[in-house]
């Protein structure tokens, strides 16, 4: 069996979590080979996030410093498989495409998989101001760090572990987000970006525009000029380029 480690950062999210942990579908999972575990990292909830985790089987790894980077980066400690998936408690990504999305990491070779819901039919969703958002800091994110990557602040990935332990990864909010992209498709890994439906969020919105908005444009010039030296990879031909959805 393949292991895979669904992680899942939940800053009150008691109300979304029951109908997310209920769309990973568990038993497609198994019969494609895949030994799954879900971890909720519970960042400091005040609404029972932890406890409503637990009694749907999760493991709860609590984080007390609150922060969506804080969030992953205890979860990713703690995962155990050999990929690890992630995605928002807020019932907004498509956990029932994990086993799709698996197929085309193994079938493509990937080792970072990123996801981009600035697709049709996904507009709905999102606010007009955030979409705007997103594909400014996606347009500079692009000429700064030279990869393709459309939606910059896309919350789903499906990578392998080795990935993360080996990239250098420090924003502690938001920008968490495009930082490991970056990250990720500058050292050198084999990268693909293919598209998601995007759903209407439960519950209450953790997310402030103008701030992380003014802090993700900041940290991706602090990242741009940062002088780390990564393990690099070779970089081979960009799968996204020969990514076919049909
Ligand atoms: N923004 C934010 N989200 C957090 C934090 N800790 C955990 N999260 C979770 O991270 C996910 C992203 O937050 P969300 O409000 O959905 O942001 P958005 O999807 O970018 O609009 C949700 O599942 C939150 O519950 C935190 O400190 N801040
Ligand atoms: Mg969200």
């Known amino acids: 069996m393949n292991t895979l480690s669904i992680v899942i950062p939940a800053l009150n999210e008691a109300e979304n979590l029951p109908s997310v942990l209920a769309s990973i579908p568990f038993a497609e999972l198994k019969d494609e080979g895949w030994q799954t575990e879900v971890v909720v990292v519970d ?5 029972g996030t932890g406890e ?29 498989g050999d990929v690890i998936a992630t995605g928002d408690a807020d019932r907004t990504y498509p956990f029932d495409a994990l086993p799709r999305l698996l197929r085309t990491l193994v079938s493509h ?3 970072f998989m990123t996801t981009n819901r600035l697709v049709d039919g996904n507009s709905e969703a999102m606010k007009t101001s955030h979409s705007l958002a997103n594909y400014l ?3 500079i994110s692009r000429t700064l760090f030279r990869n393709d990557l459309r939606d910059s602040q896309s919350g789903m990935w499906v990578f ?3 990935v993360w332990q080996r ?25 693909l ?10 519950g209450q919105v953790k997310l402030n525009a103008f701030r992380d908005g003014t802090e993700n444009l900041r940290q991706l010039f602090e990242h741009n000029f940062r002088r ?19």
Request: proline fraction near 6%.
């Open 167 to 191: 990239l250098d990864v420090r924003s502690t909010g938001m920008a968490f987000s495009q930082e490991i992209k970056n990250a990720a498709t500058r050292a050198g890994y084999r990268y």
């Open 160 to 162: 392998r572990r080795y």
């Open 52 to 80: 409503v985790a637990r009694t749907l089987g999760a493991r709860v790894v609590h984080q007390p410093a609150r922060g969506y980077g804080n969030a992953y980066r205890a979860g990713f400690e703690a995962a155990t």
């Open 109 to 111: 070779d990937v080792e």
């Open 137 to 139: 800091l996606s347009a």
């Open 193 to 202: 970006e293919i598209p998601i439906e995007y759903r209407k969020r439960g």
């Open 228 to 246: 780390t030296h990564p393990v690099r990879r070779p970089v081979l031909s960009n799968p996204a380029r020969e990514y076919d959805p049909a």
């Open 43 to 47: 960042n400091g909830s005040t609404d």
